[in-house]
């Protein structure tokens, strides 16, 4: 069954992995009991599992969890252990909760570069984990150059088209795309998006982030007309394969919302804009950076459309995997 599940994940198709992994989990609680190893293990899948379906909250309290335990059996500079961290500032980071990932993740580095060497996954997880920490602290020059290193690693010892490679390669672009440097990042995603199609597949969610990304792109180089295109299959997809809440989802909804309001189809951008704040709003909470975001792009709008001058607002977030 945890075959399966695993199956099902590398697929993509969260739901039906979550659903086995529930099975495990609550086979192994009973059979070998609550702090046994593989029940911790299985606790994490979990926790990834509900994290890649942006049920953060849940994602957060199981890995918290797994993060104890492990620290209490395992010792606190065990691999497993620091898995463990490096999966819960993953979910503090989706959260919006930087601080606390921060913390988390130079832990998780200094231990991993001492004990497993630079070159093992769980440094180089930590190090383009970091990159996400560096990016919303504005430090653009240290996040392109931790991200370019994870990129060369990765593509050194996993390959070019391993998908630990290709989500480096969509990190790398994502931070070229915050610096301006449009062709660059154009030239990043296309290859993302080719090899994504072809190793995981046209309805795989990273091939989606891999095309909204493009989209988001397209529109700043003012390729209005590919980025609608991109944009709308991107959104059509998510809706259909992750749920018209999940976060990718809402994200594809500001995403073509900007598009239409930069091709002067102001009323329905604010209304999906809208729509997409509602959504977030519930999904989220007020006071996630997303939701303020969105919020922020429909004052401005309004504002415009009332009379008042345009407000700077922070760009459509460009997704990291």
């Given at each position: 069954m945890i075959h399966l599940a695993a199956t099902f994940w590398q697929q993509g198709k969260y739901a039906q992995?979550?659903?086995?992994?529930?099975?495990?989990?609550?086979?192994?609680?009973?059979?070998?009991?609550t702090k046994h190893p593989d029940t911790l293990t299985a606790m994490a899948s979990l926790a990834l599992t509900f994290w890649?379906?942006?049920?953060?909250?849940?994602?957060?309290?199981?890995?918290?969890?797994?993060?104890?335990?492990?620290k209490r059996i395992l010792g606190t500079e065990?691999?497993?252990?620091l898995a463990a961290m490096a999966n819960l500032a993953g979910t503090f980071l989706l959260q919006g909760k930087y601080d606390q990932a921060k913390e988390l993740l130079a832990q998780v580095l200094d231990r991993s570069k001492r004990i497993l060497g630079t070159e093992h996954p769980y440094t180089l997880l930590a190090m383009a984990n970091l990159t996400v920490i560096f990016w919303h602290q504005g430090k653009y020059d240290q996040t392109e150059e931790l991200?370019?290193?994870?990129?060369?690693?990765?593509?050194?010892?996993?390959?070019?088209e391993h998908p630990d490679t290709l989500t480096a390669m969509a990190n790398l672009s994502s931070i070229f795309w915050l610096q301006k440097k449009h062709d660059q990042a154009e030239e990043l995603q296309v290859q993302v998006?080719?090899?994504?199609?072809?190793?995981?597949g046209t309805e795989h969610p990273n091939t989606l982030l891999a095309m909204a990304n493009l989209a988001l792109t397209f529109w700043q180089q003012g390729k209005y007309d590919q980025a609608e295109?991109?944009?709308?299959?991107?959104?059509?997809?998510?809706?259909k394969i992750l749920d018209s809440k999940h976060p990718d989802t809402l994200n594809?909804?500001?995403?073509?919302?900007?598009?239409?309001?930069?091709?002067?189809?102001?009323?329905?951008?604010?209304?999906?804009?809208?729509?997409?704040?509602?959504?977030?709003?519930?999904?989220?909470?007020?006071?996630?950076?997303?939701?303020?975001?969105?919020?922020?792009?429909?004052?401005?709008?309004?504002?415009?459309?009332?009379?008042?001058?345009?407000?700077?607002?922070n760009d459509v977030s460009h997704s990291v995997i």
């Amino acid at each position: 069954m945890i075959h399966l599940a695993a199956t099902f994940w590398q697929q993509g198709k969260y739901a039906q992995a979550e659903e086995l992994e529930i099975q495990v989990l609550e086979g192994s609680q009973r059979i070998l009991g609550t702090k046994h190893p593989d029940t911790l293990t299985a606790m994490a899948s979990l926790a990834l599992t509900f994290w890649r379906q942006g049920k953060y909250d849940q994602a957060e309290e199981l890995g918290a969890q797994v993060l104890e335990e492990r620290k209490r059996i395992l010792g606190t500079e065990h691999p497993d252990t620091l898995a463990a961290m490096a999966n819960l500032a993953g979910t503090f980071l989706l959260q919006g909760k930087y601080d606390q990932a921060k913390e988390l993740l130079a832990q998780v580095l200094d231990r991993s570069k001492r004990i497993l060497g630079t070159e093992h996954p769980y440094t180089l997880l930590a190090m383009a984990n970091l990159t996400v920490i560096f990016w919303h602290q504005g430090k653009y020059d240290q996040t392109e150059e931790l991200g370019a290193q994870v990129l060369a690693e990765r593509k050194r010892i996993l390959g070019t088209e391993h998908p630990d490679t290709l989500t480096a390669m969509a990190n790398l672009s994502s931070i070229f795309w915050l610096q301006k440097k449009h062709d660059q990042a154009e030239e990043l995603q296309v290859q993302v998006l080719d090899r994504s199609k072809k190793i995981l597949g046209t309805e795989h969610p990273n091939t989606l982030l891999a095309m909204a990304n493009l989209a988001l792109t397209f529109w700043q180089q003012g390729k209005y007309d590919q980025a609608e295109e991109l944009g709308k299959t991107a959104l059509d997809m998510r809706r259909k394969i992750l749920d018209s809440k999940h976060p990718d989802t809402l994200n594809s909804m500001k995403i073509l919302a900007t598009i239409w309001y930069a091709k002067g189809d102001i009323d329905a951008a604010i209304d999906l804009m809208v729509q997409a704040g509602n959504l977030q709003t519930k999904a989220l909470g007020h006071n996630h950076p997303d939701t303020i975001n969105t919020q922020e792009w429909i004052n401005s709008w309004k504002g415009v459309e009332e009379g008042s001058a345009p407000k700077a607002v922070n760009d459509v977030s460009h997704s990291v995997i």
